[in-house]
């Protein structure tokens, strides 16, 4: 047991009670919420979702729109759940508390806000939950307020959607900052070379030229990419290829790009010159987002390192840099919209997962301590789709 973990009866949490009202105790609870028509019209009328919870966090009444929301994703609830073991939270399974008593739920803006609501304080804040459904990650305004029925304290846990919204925000972000400054360089090189049209000033400029008018491009196809991955319009195009040439050609992009200025990629020793079948393009956006936030948290002159062995049927690739991510960072790395970069950023370690697990039918893993820095995995089949071989 960490020593955060506490004690709580008989089940250990990190943060909140785990202790549940007994099966008799809710079906009572259940009874006097029921009895209370005006209240109980009063949530049903919300558009966004809703819920009432008793003093354990325990889900004792839900809306029609979080009833449908749940329709939708092919999910039942169970009366008793606690909220982020019926939205599906990935933090939700790791402890046989549930939903509040994992670290994780540390730096859940929801779990925090239902811990005042519990203290009898109403509450607003922003949550963001990783699902173990890949793409269906959640960003929500939460509300908890107090509400008393004949004596009986309950909690309101109203929420509302906001996904979209802080995707707008992101990519305004990348449009409007990292494209305009790729953009102002590009016009600035364009200008150079127009006003001293010179042998030398082109081959000079011209290959700067180039190279940025690439970056511009490729940026705007990752966010094109991902924005069809959330959808599920994103055709995969397996075909068959060596991952030697795909690593020498991730090691040149990314030292080309700005993160690389003063920094190195090298390939591992051990590597091998494996023979697979799946999206290279896919592949290659992946493993470039890894390999760019490596070398954005090293300081100039260090050397980030990329390999690839086969395990099996799988095939997994390593990036490795020799910072350790802090605590906090780890626990939320793959949630949307989460980052380390400020607001409006966040889409780089989510669109790794979302391309890998829903696209790439593999899995991304990672470890963080002194004695290894920070190794990300990502495990994809050998053979994507039918064999080729």
Do not use: W
Request: with cysteine.
């Amino acid at each position: 047991m960490s020593p955060a973990t506490r004690e709580s009866g008989s089940l250990p949490t990190e943060f909140l009670p785990a202790e549940r009202a007994t099966d008799a105790e809710l079906h009572r609870q259940i009874m006097v919420f029921e009895n209370a028509p005006f209240a109980r019209r009063l949530i049903d009328a919300g558009l966004g979702f809703a819920m009432v919870l008793n003093q354990h966090r325990q889900i004792i009444h839900v809306n029609d729109s979080f009833a449908d929301y749940l329709d939708q994703r092919g999910a039942s609830l169970t009366i008793g759940q606690r909220p982020g073991e019926a939205i599906g939270c990935v933090h939700g399974a790791e402890s046989d508390g549930g939903c509040g008593t994992t670290d994780g739920c540390r730096y859940c803006g929801a779990a925090h806000i239902v811990a005042s609501g519990l203290r009898g304080h109403t509450r607003v804040a922003e949550c963001r939950i990783q699902t173990l459904e890949s793409g269906d990650d959640l960003e929500l305004l939460v509300r908890i307020t107090p509400l008393d029925i004949h004596g009986e304290p309950f909690l309101i846990f109203s929420a509302v959607d906001v996904s979209d919204e802080k995707r707008r925000v992101a990519l305004e972000r990348v449009f409007f900052h990292d494209i305009a400054n790729t953009a102002g360089g590009i016009n600035g090189l364009a200008r150079l070379i127009h006003a001293t049209p010179t042998e030398v000033t082109t081959r000079k400029y011209a290959p700067l030229l180039e190279a940025a008018s690439d970056s511009l491009i490729d940026e705007i196809a990752s966010h094109r990419e991902l924005a069809c991955a959330e959808r599920g319009d994103l055709h995969v195009r397996p075909s068959l290829f060596r991952v030697a040439p795909l690593l020498h050609e991730l090691a040149g992009l990314c030292v080309a790009h700005a993160a690389g200025l003063g920094r190195h990629v090298e390939l591992a020793s051990a590597s091998e010159n494996l023979l697979i079948h799946s999206d290279r393009v896919l592949l290659m956006r992946v493993l470039v987002n890894l390999v760019k936030n490596a070398l954005e948290a090293e300081p100039a002159g260090s050397t980030v390192t990329v390999g690839v062995v086969r395990e099996g049927p799988e095939v997994v690739f390593s990036v490795h840099n020799p910072s350790v991510m802090p605590h906090d960072v780890q626990v939320q790395i793959f949630q949307r919209s989460f980052s380390t970069k400020g607001a409006g950023r966040g889409l780089g370690t989510y669109s790794i997962r979302l391309l890998t697990e829903r696209y790439l039918c593999g899995s991304v893993s990672f470890e963080s301590a002194p004695a290894v820095g920070t190794v990300f995995h990502v495990r994809c089949p050998r053979v994507l789709g039918s064999s080729p071989f």
